[in-house]
């Protein structure tokens, strides 16, 4: 349930961190939230380590959602892909393309994608992202290591990507599959999914156009 009567801290209950939190703490710990009247939002989180009895009270502050999920695509001079991610909207996606650009001297090109959602196996048209001809015959996965994956189907012929996750593993990645239509016949490029902290990812920002 989204909470945003109060506008400077808006929290919703369907945050998928707050119920993963609350997934994780009931195994080890006795969990009790405090609410608040009239509207039982949820203002702290008490956590009681039951062998010894001691306990813990975090404040319950706000939420934020990532509801229109993107990747910013990095290509390297090399020709590996890898993505960052992820970014609420395409705009916060681009806007990281700044920051990669002065910590990495190898980088060549970016692009922001929608990042699709693995639990719906079509794939809507609006996945997919052109590109240039030389550019996607020339991609290949980075090597490097995150604790995330995304899956990019390259339509190499055609010139286009679209871009799955996130996924846990590399093998949760591999072992997904689309529907029937241009995802099921593409290239399939796994790479690394580097999260962006939220002080990486300024609002606005047009100082790396993305490439095409």
């Known amino acids: 349930m989204r909470y945003d009567s109060d506008n400077e801290y808006p929290f919703d209950t369907d945050n998928r961190a707050w119920r993963r939190l609350g997934d994780v703490t009931s195994e080890h710990f006795d969990a009790i939230t405090w609410t608040r009247d009239p509207d039982a939002r949820p203002i702290l989180l008490t956590l009681r380590d039951m062998p010894t009895g001691d306990t813990i009270t975090l404040a319950v502050l706000d939420s934020l959602e990532i509801r229109d999920p993107h990747a ?38 970016t692009r922001p994608a929608p990042l699709h959602n693995p639990a719906a196996p079509t794939l809507p048209a609006t996945c997919w992202v052109d590109l240039p001809a030389d550019l996607a015959a020339t991609l290949r996965p980075a090597l490097h290591h995150a604790r995330a994956a995304a899956l990019v189907l390259l339509d190499r012929t055609g010139g286009r990507l679209a871009t799955v996750g996130p996924f846990p593993t590399h093998a949760a990645a591999d072992a997904w599959q689309p529907d029937d239509g241009p995802g099921r016949t593409a290239d399939r490029l796994i790479v690394p999914l580097h999260p962006i902290a939220p002080h990486e990812a300024p609002a606005v920002t047009d100082t790396v156009p993305p490439a095409g």
Do not use: F, K, M
């Not at 681009?94 to 060549?108: I, M, P, R």
């Open 72 to 109: 910013l695509l990095a290509v390297h001079t090399s020709g590996e892909l890898d993505a960052h991610g992820p970014t609420s909207g395409a705009t916060a996606a681009h806007s990281h393309a700044a920051t990669l650009a002065l910590d990495n001297a190898t980088l060549a090109a």
